[in-house]
């Protein structure tokens, strides 16, 4: 359970303590708790370390468990792992959750589609300094020269461990941590899965695509059983949908077929608007909010909160 869930179960037992008097306490916005009871928002991280300290006077028990990572793998190119990870990085943002970003992808696509100027790179001196997007929004860029990283990084008996140790001291700062990877599933792709709690996985829905995906999983399977590790897959989203192409459903249907539960309800459509957003380096949600992608994108982000 969720520090978000164990809060409301919390509140909602203990209806003899004051709503209000708890957000004056905390020094919480007045209504805030009480919409977020209604479902109607969630808690920041900020709103959290406020509010923990004074439920615990109450009775309250939970340790903030906040941060979840999430690493955004498909060994395919092309596949919108970018993309998904702007955009449901740039939707939990705008739920009012704290929101890294973090570009592994020498590519630095990322980081361009963010606007951001591509220097630096996680593994640099000041790499684990996050740059400010907007609000709740932050991002770790990526240069060419993250690649060039690799063979020092290997030197080391913790090789795999590079980016988990980068990342999780900024745990505390953050309710999601997004990491966007290269398409293959090498040196920094696999430190990205054993830093994650979870990995999602975009995929079109085209021929070979299941299996793909079918490697992803035994490769996790790998991971799992060599370093000790527990990784799940979070699930899988079917991205550049189109239901005008017969054989898409097709292929549709046999990944929800073959991987069941595993595959997100929500698909991303096929829509212009997207490439319009990364070209001028917006998300969707800035470049066309009412857009079926930016539509598409809120529903999945939200699908994704129902899973953990
Ligand atoms: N839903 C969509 N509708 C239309 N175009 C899309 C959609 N999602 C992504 N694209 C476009 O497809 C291309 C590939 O997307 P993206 O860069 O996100 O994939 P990727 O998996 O990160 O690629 P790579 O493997 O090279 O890192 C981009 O030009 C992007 O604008
Ligand atoms: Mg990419």
Redo the contacts with the bound molecule.
């Keep these: 359970m969720s520090s978000q869930d164990k809060i409301k179960a919390f509140l909602k037992e203990r209806d003899a303590i004051s709503i209000s008097s708890i957000e004056k306490e905390s020094g919480l916005p007045a209504t805030l708790l009480s919409k977020f009871l209604k479902g109607n928002r969630p808690l920041n991280t900020s709103h959290l370390k406020k509010i923990i300290p004074i439920l615990e006077k109450y009775g309250y028990e939970g340790v903030q468990d906040g941060c979840k990572i999430i690493a955004v793998v498909?060994h395919?190119?092309?596949?919108?792992?970018?993309?998904?990870t702007q955009n449901i990085g740039a939707c939990l943002a705008n739920f009012g959750y704290s929101v890294l970003l973090v570009d592994l992808?020498s590519?630095a696509?990322l980081t361009e589609n963010c606007g951001i100027e591509a220097e630096g790179n996680l593994f640099d001196k000041s790499g684990s300094t996050p740059v400010n997007i907007r609000e709740n929004l932050d991002i770790i860029p990526c240069d060419l020269f993250l690649h060039d990283k690799e063979n020092e990084l290997r030197q080391d008996l913790d090789q795999w461990y590079k980016v988990k140790k980068r990342l999780d001291p900024l745990r505390v700062n953050y309710d999601f941590i997004l990491i966007?990877t290269?398409?293959n599933l090498l040196y920094f792709t696999t430190n990205a899965m054993v830093a994650a709690d979870e990995i999602l996985i975009?995929t079109q829905a085209q021929k070979n695509s299941a299996g793909g995906i079918g490697r992803i999983m035994e490769y996790l399977d790998q991971i799992n059983e060599q370093l000790t590790q527990n990784k799940r897959i979070m699930g899988i989203a079917i991205?550049?949908?189109s239901a005008l192409q017969k054989a898409q459903e097709i292929v549709e249907e046999n990944i929800q077929d073959s991987l069941g539960d595993l595959v997100f309800d929500q698909v991303?459509?096929?829509?212009?608007?997207?490439?319009q957003a990364?070209l001028l380096n917006q998300d969707i949600f800035e470049y066309q909010p009412k857009s079926k992608?930016a539509q598409a994108y809120q529903k999945l982000t939200k699908e994704i909160l129902r899973r953990y």
């Design positions: 498909n395919k190119g092309g596949v919108s792992k970018t993309t998904s992808d590519q696509n966007d290269a398409p975009p991205t550049q949908y991303i459509p096929l829509n212009s608007a997207v490439q990364n992608a």
